[in-house]
Structures are given as structure tokens and as C-alpha cells.
């Protein structure tokens, strides 16, 4: 499958497959946690990345196969409400199952009303809120350059007027960038004004774009869910294991997931408890030496990350 993944388990959304209507690393943002690496499509133009009948082909394939889904997550290696066929997408997957669908964005272009429109018939949408400020903003998502933190939350404003299911916002915590009590007092304003039915705070747990971002220390994180009244995810998601396609290769499966986020050692083993460790070590390996991937040390962890530029 070229643009279904998973399922996938997720603690806010259950067993959740996922849908990833644009390129890799194509986004509007270049954030310094991105388990994906810096940005390498760096735009903020909408585009019809993909054919939509494409994409529903394979979500049909995709729910004769998977009976018991949570959620059809579009979300993919970057922002989606960059593809320009969004709205068309949603509508075909609602004509075609009564599972819910949510929406994973930075939340950048609901600063734009034909956007805004464009996903109403979502179930769940989950932005994100890492800053308060515009220089927070710039330092942490290093957002495109016309793309300013005010319009972004007037856009989450206007969004709450019109969308009548749910809004879950995620913040993503970094040491010594936005996990001060001041910085927090201000981020929790701002949800305020945008009302959301619930808030969840996260950590970089994969190795993130930038080697010098670092995970806050638990009790700053234990203050910030207090200020911000929110839910930790912190250090979850990273427990669950990805499903896998069984019928590909194990080599395929392996790439698969990495180029969607890192793994560590002890998880590639967990995916395959019919092969040994040793066939598996000897596997990353080869996959070592054909240059497609590479480990990385983070938070004393050894992981495997795809090397991009291979893409
Ligand atoms: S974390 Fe999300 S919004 Fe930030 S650069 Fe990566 S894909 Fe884009």
C-alpha cells in the first residue's frame, strides 16, 4: 500500500489506520522535534499531491481487511492540510464506513476559511500548540515564512465557531524552550480562547530533528499538567508496537515503519517473535550497509532512523 498504513494502536485513538495523502517530509513547518528529520519539501502551498480515487482504492482494500478500526487517521510524513484534495478525501471515506475519522495537523492552514470548511465532516481534529509567542513559535516550528503564530490561533478561533465534534490539541514539551511556568501560564491562556474539548501534553521520545533538544525533567512535566489542565501522553505512545503488513518481507515492514518514526533495538524485535535476535540484528545490518538506514543514540537509547536521503 502506498499511501494506508497500520493499523496502528494510539492511546488517544485506539486502533487507528492511517491515511497519508502527501509526499514525505512535506510540510509547513521544519519543527526541532520532528521525529522525521528537518523538512526537505518545505512549502505552504496546497497541492493535489495525489490522486483521490488513488487513496480510496486503497482505504477500501485496506477496510476488507481491517474489521475492527477506532479511527481512519489522516495524518502521513508531514502536514496534510496541505493536500488540496482533503475535502473530496473525507467525503469518500464517510460514504464508505461509519468509523470515525481524525484529523493529526499542525493546524498552520486552518487560518483559512475554504480549509476550515474543507474538514467539518471530520470527527476529530488534533492540532498542535507548542508556543505563545511569535518568537517561541519561530524558534521551536520554525514555521514558512509568511505564516504568523496570531493568524494561526485566530484560524483555531474561527475553527471552534464552525466545527462541532471534537478538538484535541497536543503540546509538545522541550526543555528550557516552553517548559517554564511563565510559558505554560501563557500557552494555557491561549487554549482558553480557543476552547477545546481536551489537551494533551507529549515529549520528543524519538530521536528529534535537532540533536540538542532534550525531554523535560518529569517534575516539570508533572507542574505543566497542572497549568495546562491536560492529559500526559508522555513517553506512551513510544511502549506500542506498530502492526505490520505480514504478508511483505520482513525488510519491507522494517523500512515501512522507520519511515514513519524511529525505533529502538528492543521493538524491531517485538515485531517479529518468530525470528531470532540474531536474524534480525544481521537484517538491520544489511539494511545498514545499503545506506537506507542508520542508528542514532538519543536519550540514552539506541535507535534506527531511515536515512532520508535515499528518498
Ligand atoms: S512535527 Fe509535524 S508539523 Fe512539525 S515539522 Fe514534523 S511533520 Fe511538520
Redesign the pocket.
Known amino acids: 500500500m502506498k499511501y494506508i498504513y497500520g493499523p496502528v494502536p494510539s492511546r488517544r485513538l485506539g486502533k487507528s489506520l492511517g491515511i497519508s495523502p502527501i509526499p514525505d ?1 512535506t ?5 526541532i ?4 528529520g528537518r ?1 526537505t519539501q518545505y512549502t505552504n502551498s496546497r497541492e493535489m499531491f495525489f490522486p483521490v480515487e488513488e487513496i480510496i482504492d486503497e482505504v477500501k482494500c485496506a477496510l476488507n481487511q481491517e474489521k475492527d478500526i477506532d479511527f481512519i487517521t489522516i495524518v502521513g ?3 496534510p492540510l496541505l493536500y488540496e484534495g482533503l475535502g473530496a478525501l473525507i467525503s469518500e471515506v464517510k460514504e464508505l464506513t461509519s468509523t470515525p475519522i481524525a484529523i493529526i ?2 493546524g498552520a492552514l486552518l487560518s483559512r476559511d475554504d480549509v476550515r470548511k474543507e474538514i467539518l465532516e471530520a470527527d476529530v481534529v488534533l492540532p ?1 500548540l507548542d508556543a505563545y509567542s511569535e518568537e517561541m513559535f519561530r524558534k521551536i ?2 514555521p514558512f515564512k509568511d505564516i504568523k503564530l496570531v493568524n494561526v490561533i485566530e484560524g483555531f478561533r474561527e475553527f471552534r465557531k464552525i466545527f462541532k465534534n471534537q478538538i484535541w490539541l497536543e503540546i ?1 514539551l522541550i526543555k528550557d524552550m516552553n517548559d517554564d511556568v511563565k510559558s505554560l501560564k501563557e500557552i494555557r491562556k491561549l487554549i482558553d480562547q480557543i476552547k477545546v474539548d481536551r489537551v494533551y501534553i507529549n515529549v520528543p521520545i524519538r530521536p528529534p ?1 535537532e540533536s540538542w533538544v532534550e525531554i523535560p525533567p518529569s517534575n516539570r512535566l508533572i507542574v505543566a499538567q497542572e497549568i495546562l489542565k491536560a492529559e500526559s501522553i508522555a513517553h506512551f505512545e513510544e511502549l506500542l508496537v506498530d502492526s505490520v503488513d505480514r504478508e511483505s518481507p520482513p525488510f519491507n515492514q522494517i523500512l515501512n515503519i522507520l519511515k514513519r518514526h524511529p525505533l529502538r533495538n528492543e521493538q524491531v524485535y517485538t515485531l517479529f517473535p518468530s525470528m531470532s535476535k540474531k536474524e534480525i540484528d544481521s537484517l538491520l545490518d544489511d539494511m545498514k550497509s545499503e545506506d537506507l538506514i542508520e542508528p542514532i543514540e538519543y536519550n540514552n537509547k539506541t535507535f534506527w532512523e531511515f536515512k532520508r536521503s535515499k528518498l
Do not use: D, H, S, V
Not at 510540510?27 to 519543527?31: D, G, K, V
Not at 522535534?33 to 522525521?36: A, D, G, M, R, T
Open positions: 517530509k510540510c509547513n513547518y521544519t519543527c522535534y520532528c521525529q522525521l523538512t510524513e508531514g502536514e495537523t499542525n498542535t516550528n520554525r509538545m530533528a
